[in-house]
């Protein structure tokens, strides 16, 4: 079971952006996908998560409406985007599934830096 | 959202010592299906967070003995019984019971 993750970014403040998060070695569409922002000045933050079955996205509400979740079950991935980054989120973002009660796999993080 | 609070935050320890981390929650953490969705995950340097323990007590797959959680209601502990070098890192809980799930602000655990 792996999630294997996009590459750093670096973008201006108003870019779009879309991270990706491949998942293999399970059914996806049977598993959700979490998406964690991590952040020096405020830690760990759960952003929501995606069931891949039927694309079903649930966002924490101090993300809902500031980013989206995507799945493309053909090639098992699912991203992260934004239509109009701002500064405050540069951060690392993981994404995470638990595919048996003793199984979580994190993917190795996307580090997404926002500056003019 | 629930607040996950943690002590310590820094937390020297001596290699083959035991070591010990509270977490509280603001609210009880336990789900309309008598389970307490706490889980303690461990970040080493430059690596993704890692889980530990599911569901209060339960270990993850390949996770040694020594790291042992308990605790119920609104109490949490996090125990390493003999601390490795390996074991640095940043420990943190995190609450799945509510929505959104949290976590706290992390330990960090170092070798004295």
């Known amino acids: 079971v792996q999630l294997v993750q996009s590459g750093a970014e670096v973008k201006k403040p108003g870019e779009s952006l879309k991270i990706s998060c491949k998942a293999s070695?399970?059914?996806?569409?049977?598993?959700?996908i979490a998406w964690v922002r991590q952040t020096p000045g405020k830690g760990l933050e759960w952003m929501g998560l995606?069931?891949?079955?039927?694309?079903?996205?649930r966002y924490s509400p101090s993300f809902q409406g500031q980013v989206a979740f995507s799945v493309d079950k053909s090639i098992t991935t699912a991203y992260l985007q934004w239509s109009s980054l701002k500064a405050s989120d540069t951060a690392m973002y993981y994404c995470?599934?638990?595919?048996?009660?003793?199984?979580?796999?994190w993917g190795q993080g996307t580090t997404v830096t926002v500056s003019s | 959202d629930v607040v996950m609070t943690q002590s310590p935050l820094s937390l020297p320890v001596t290699l083959g010592q035991p070591a010990s981390i509270s977490c509280r929650s603001s609210?009880?953490?336990?789900?309309?299906?008598?389970?307490?969705?706490l889980n303690w995950f461990q970040q080493r340097p430059g690596q993704s967070p890692r889980r530990l323990i599911y569901?209060?007590?339960n270990r993850d797959s390949g996770v040694p003995d020594r790291f042992s959680g308990s605790g119920s209601g609104t109490d949490f502990t996090l125990k390493i019984s003999r601390v490795e070098a390996e074991d640095v890192g940043v420990y943190y809980c995190?609450?799945?019971?509510?929505?959104?799930?949290?976590f706290g602000q992390g330990t960090k655990v170092e070798i004295k």
């Open positions: 569901k209060v007590s």
């Open positions: 995190m609450q799945g019971t509510h929505w959104p799930e949290t």
């Open positions: 609210q009880s953490l336990v789900y309309s299906d008598g389970n307490a969705y």
């Open positions: 995606i069931y891949p079955g039927d694309s079903h996205a």
């Open positions: 070695g399970y059914d996806f569409t049977n598993f959700w």
């Open positions: 995470r599934t638990t595919v048996a009660y003793n199984v979580d796999v």
